[in-house]
């Protein structure tokens, strides 16, 4: 079997991280650029919530991170890591889109948040495979970032 980086599908792959790129960075730059905080006040149980984390500062301090996270994916850089925090933020949304205001408009930002996010940590699925082990030994950072460590399993 073909790795994955020497398949076909790793356009599509790079489509994916690509549209996500650009979604989180229009995401985060709207409020870095413009200082803008939309009005909560209509957005029903959702409302409070936001506008509680606006008002502590918590929602302004993503908007930062998804411009980081969001160059990071465009620019091809530490996608893996940054696919984990992403999936932390999707995560959020994705339960107050589908579960807590489900109209319209917000089911599809929950549904196109779950299935990018899950598409692509599935594409970089392997540099994960040894958070799955059911029995680990230390093995500190740094030795985990050697040049064979870096390396995909099958390439040398």
Known sequence: MKMA?????????MWGRLYFAFHYLESGLYYVIFRYVPDFSHAGKVGAYIGAMADVGFYQMIKYVEVILGTSLLLDIGVPLALIVMAGISTTIVFLNLFVSPDPRELFTGLQELFLNGALLLAYGGYYANFCR????PFWF????????LE?????
């Open 142 to 149: 740094w030795d985990g970032m050697k040049r064979e460590g």
């Open 134 to 137: 059911i029995k680990a030994q």
């Open 152 to 156: 995909p399993r099958g390439e040398s």
């Open 5 to 13: 980086h020497e398949s076909p599908w790793k356009y599509l792959v």
